[in-house]
């Protein structure tokens, strides 16, 4: 069912600073930010040569990632996303199975401007899983 690890997304209280740091420190290719406010954060990407990084900055009031700031004030790893062929049939297939899909289970347009869907952290070794459609 899953293919490519499309990205690791990395949450953050300031953008502008990580992004700094990714490219002046690391040397990195860094987009532009793009504010995502159906998702409730503003995200960047760091092109590497065989994933992407993505970094998270809470957008609005009722931001999903601002709760997990709060526990990490640092920052930290926030969800790991992978592709699937056909992320309806990977939906039903993992409902099927008893894993919860957060939301209300219709996948939504992500930051590429494909379908993604998340998993419950504490169906899957408390990590978030975000599935987007390859
Ligand atoms: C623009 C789209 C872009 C893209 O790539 O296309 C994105 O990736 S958007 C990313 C932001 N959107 C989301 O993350 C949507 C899905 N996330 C959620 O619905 C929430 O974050 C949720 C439900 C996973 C957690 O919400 P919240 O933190 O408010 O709830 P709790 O504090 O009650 O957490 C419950 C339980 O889960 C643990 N938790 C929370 N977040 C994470 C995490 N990222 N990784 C691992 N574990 C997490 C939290 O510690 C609680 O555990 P407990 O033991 O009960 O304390
Ligand atoms: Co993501």
Same mark, same amino acid.
């Given at each position: 069912?899953?293919?490519r ?10 953008l502008?600073a ?14 532009a ?10 995200v ?15 957008? =609005? @009031?009722?931001?999903?990632i601002?709760? !997990? #700031? ?5 920052? %930290? ?10 992320i ?10 008893g ?10 347009? =992500? @930051?590429h401007?494909?379908?993604?869907? !998340? #998993? ?5 070794? %408390?990590?978030?899983?975000?599935l987007?459609?390859?």
């Amino acid at each position: 069912m899953i293919g490519r690890l499309n990205h690791v997304a990395i949450a953050v209280r300031d953008l502008e600073a990580a992004s700094r740091l990714y490219r002046d420190t690391l040397g990195a290719s860094v987009s532009a930010p793009l504010a995502q406010p159906e998702h409730g954060v503003t995200v960047v990407f760091v092109e590497l040569p065989n994933t992407k990084i993505e970094f998270l900055e809470p957008l =609005g @009031a009722s931001s999903p990632i601002a709760r !997990f #700031l709060d526990k990490n004030p640092d920052g %930290g790893i926030h969800h790991v996303c992978y592709e699937v062929d056909d992320i309806l049939a990977a939906r039903d297939r993992l409902k099927a199975g008893g894993a919860r899909v957060l939301g209300d289970g219709e996948p939504r347009t =992500g @930051a590429h401007g494909k379908p993604v869907l !998340f #998993l419950h952290p504490k169906d899957f070794n %408390g990590t978030l899983v975000e599935l987007e459609q390859a």
